[in-house]
T-cell receptor, first 113, second 111 residues
């Protein structure tokens, strides 16, 4: 298993500003993933964070809007840039461990006003 | 890519009754099928999973069945309790690197 800590757990931000979400894992993992979960919706993969290389973004998500860092095998950050109310969502960090399992952090609930 | 459909979107059952949630997938290469429970304000938590070489798996009151031919899998919760109330997500994965999630089922267990 893996224990994942996300910070902050929630935030209310002004439109036009940026928020950086941190994800810390209690053990080294190869792959880390960032998801968005809009209210009442399923999970949508934003990008895969790779240590030592640029993140791989899914269709509809771009690096300028969601820059990601992965400085080591236990930590990653996701920044939501130039926020608008449409960015209000829960953002979730996830890791793959043991070959197939996906573990999630508790999520960051973002409200943009 | 993979497409996972989940039904029903909402489900209400009386305490003690059984609940069944069904998912279908499109990619025959998918070989790992986890189920997640998400309580309000929390991240999804893995509750049970099944691999493509197994047809059924059970863990106490929770069971999952897989039909590879028909490309569908189901979650069965027996003797439901109020604490089972949550949103449940199915997912499909090939090699476990990327997961495709269903749209979720909001389960309410009525005391």
């Amino acid at each position: 298993s893996a224990v994942i800590s996300q910070k902050p757990s929630r935030d209310i931000c002004q439109r036009g500003t940026s928020l950086t979400i941190q994800c810390q894992v209690d053990s080294q993992v190869t792959m880390m993933f960032w998801y968005r979960q809009q209210p009442g919706q399923s999970l949508t993969l934003i990008a895969t964070a790779n240590q030592g290389s640029e993140a791989t973004y899914e269709s509809g998500f771009v690096i300028d809007k969601f820059p990601i860092s992965r400085p080591n095998l236990t930590f990653s950050t996701l920044t939501v840039s130039n926020m608008s109310p449409e960015d209000s969502s829960i953002y979730l960090c996830s890791v793959e461990k043991g070959g197939a399992w996906a573990f999630f952090g508790q999520g960051t609930r973002l409200t943009v006003v | 890519g993979e497409n996972v459909e989940q039904h029903p979107s909402t489900l209400s059952v009386q305490e003690g009754d059984s609940a069944v949630i069904k998912c279908t997938y499109s990619d025959s290469a998918s070989n790992y099928f986890p189920w997640y429970k998400q309580e309000l304000g929390k991240g999804p938590q893995l509750i049970i999973d099944i691999r493509s070489n197994v047809g059924e798996k059970k863990d106490q009151r929770i069971a999952v069945t897989l039909n590879k031919t028909a490309k569908h899998f189901s979650l069965h919760i027996t003797e439901t309790q109020p604490e089972d109330s949550a949103v449940y997500f199915c997912a499909a994965s090939n090699t476990g690197n990327q997961f495709y999630f269903g749209t979720g089922t909001s389960l309410t267990v009525i005391p």
